[in-house]
């Protein structure tokens, strides 16, 4: 199995690269992308791998850049394709309009566009500080 995990850096990406992990766990013919898509003129954050698979599978990295902000879901849908990815998996903070707070913009988009399985994850809540 070929796992595409889309990330940047934040929580719920970091989310998509642990479920992805998890997912394939000990498999040893399993093989873990883990994607990061940078809008144009966008910096690499220093996290942009975010969390490191933990599963026994192949893991590899790829950065790659849109030319805008709302291109990311197809960049994500093409290297998807390109790459012949059995599954999908992407983090959703979802905070903005109803539909993105039950899943993302960037997921939610990434649902209609992708000719492949997608997988949301949802990202943890934060700790109330004490």
Known sequence: MKILAATDGSRAGN???RFASNLLGNARKGEL???TVLPDGA???DAATGEKP???AAARFR???ARHADEV???ISREADRLRVDLIVVGSE???S???WVVGGTALRLIYVARRPVTVVRAPRKRAAR
């Open 15 to 17: 989310a998509a690269v």
């Open 33 to 35: 992308v883990v994607l």
């Open 43 to 45: 910096d690499l954050p």
């Open 54 to 56: 933990r599963s026994g």
């Open 63 to 65: 950065v790659v850049r």
């Open 73 to 75: 879901p197809e960049v």
């Open 94 to 96: 979802g905070r903005e």
């Open 98 to 100: 109803l539909a993105d």
